[in-house]
């Protein structure tokens, strides 16, 4: 398993450098950069813009790369084209692509992702205060889900058909119908301020006292401004791994090892957690990495904007419609080198549910 394990990390930095390059050469074909927009927002009169970008100096922000209109195309909007090319520098546009590619892959390996263009502050300190943010949500859903739906999921196999099953099962897709917005904005109506209960907040992570409290006071507050945003990320979870669980149960129940097992006169909870469930959950454990990143990062984009959460989903959406390359590029790497590294967990987490894996074996 050692060698297993170094060959896969010695594969992280040429797959980082693969989806960065894939990536960065997409986003030279996307039109709008930010050099175009500020040109846009000076010909509409609105210049303050123009003045905030050019007080961040040069600093960081000539470092990274990004897309921008040629100089050409953009002396059309009628400006001086020194006041073009003097915005293409402060950008780091007037250098080539393939400079620009490696001059951010160099500041990448010192984890230097550069100045936002349009927050004017480095990118790893944005990344930073956002991250408790993602890595709350995520953690806490998902924990949530797979301690719901495994138990359930165990139990719905053992009783296949019964009224159980039955009800459950359409509970589970109700849930699984409501989209997590529609959930969450219900949630706000009924319990954070709306027609009936104030009981929870609607902003932020913890309270603005939150360094005043007690640790205990600070665990409470921690958790009473999550209660809504945790549950309206988890509403929509337990349907398929639920089900997931249930049939690969029923799988392994029907199996042949199963039913020597019960004629050898085991206990049917050795039976179902002795040998059916490790065989069971390496299915599960197989969408692990996949659903810890989707919810890490894509799932809580419309949960944040609705609680007014900063998480990365928010930060790299609001990137995008900037088009702010660096922090594009920064969450991307960050998004990127998480996934690679949950999918070896998983590939741990395999072998320890069935020793009987050994991925040093395969061809």
């Known amino acids: 398993m050692g060698v297993y394990l170094l060959k896969r990390l010695l594969l992280i930095l040429p797959t980082l450098f693969g989806i960065i390059l894939i990536n960065f050469t997409v986003v030279q074909f996307a039109p709008g950069g930010p050099v175009e927009q500020i040109i846009a927002q000076v010909t509409t009169g609105t210049a303050s813009t123009t003045a905030g970008i050019s007080g961040g100096g040069d600093s960081g922000i000539s470092s990274q790369a990004g897309v921008g209109g040629g100089s050409d195309a953009l002396a059309s909007y009628g400006l001086d084209p020194e006041l073009v090319a003097d915005l293409e ?7 080539p692509a393939h400079e620009r590619f490696f001059i951010m892959v160099v500041n990448y390996l010192q984890l ?7 927050q004017d502050r480095p990118v790893i300190e944005l990344i930073v205060e956002r991250m408790p943010v993602s ?20 139990a719905k196999a053992v009783r296949d058909g019964s009224r159980f099953d039955i009800w459950t099962s359409s509970v589970i897709f ?15 109506v009924l319990f954070a301020g709306g027609n009936y209960f104030d009981l929870f ?12 409290l007690g640790w ?9 401004h999550l209660a809504l945003p945790v549950s309206a990320l988890t509403i929509g979870g337990f349907a398929t791994l639920t089900m997931l669980t249930k049939n690969s149960f029923m799988e392994e129940i029907r199996k042949q090892f199963v039913l020597t097992a019960r004629a050898k006169g085991m206990s049917e909870k050795r ?4 040998h059916v469930f490790r065989n069971a959950m390496l299915i599960v454990i197989a969408g692990f990495p996949a659903a810890f990143v989707g919810i890490f990062f894509t799932g809580s984009l419309l949960i944040e904007v609705i609680f007014s959460l900063d998480g990365m989903g928010l930060l790299s959406y609001d990137a995008v419609v900037k088009r702010d390359y660096p922090i594009l590029f920064g969450t991307m790497f960050c998004l990127t ?25 395969r061809d």
């Open 174 to 188: 109700v849930g699984y119908a409501i989209p997590g917005f529609l959930f969450a904005i219900l949630l706000i």
């Open 216 to 224: 205990f006071d600070k665990i409470l507050d921690y958790f009473w």
């Open 112 to 118: 230097d992702f550069g100045v936002s263009y349009f």
């Open 271 to 274: 039976v179902l957690y002795g």
């Open 337 to 361: 080198l998480i996934a690679l590294v949950m999918h070896l967990v998983g590939d741990l987490v395999y072998v320890l549910v069935d020793p009987r894996i050994d991925f040093e074996t």
């Open 135 to 154: 890595i709350s949500l995520g953690l806490w859903s998902l924990l949530i889900i797979y301690s719901i739906s495994i138990p359930l999921g165990v």
């Open 89 to 95: 520098r402060q950008f780091g546009f007037d250098k």
């Open 201 to 212: 907040p609607l902003r932020g992570l913890v309270s603005d006292n939150w360094d005043q």
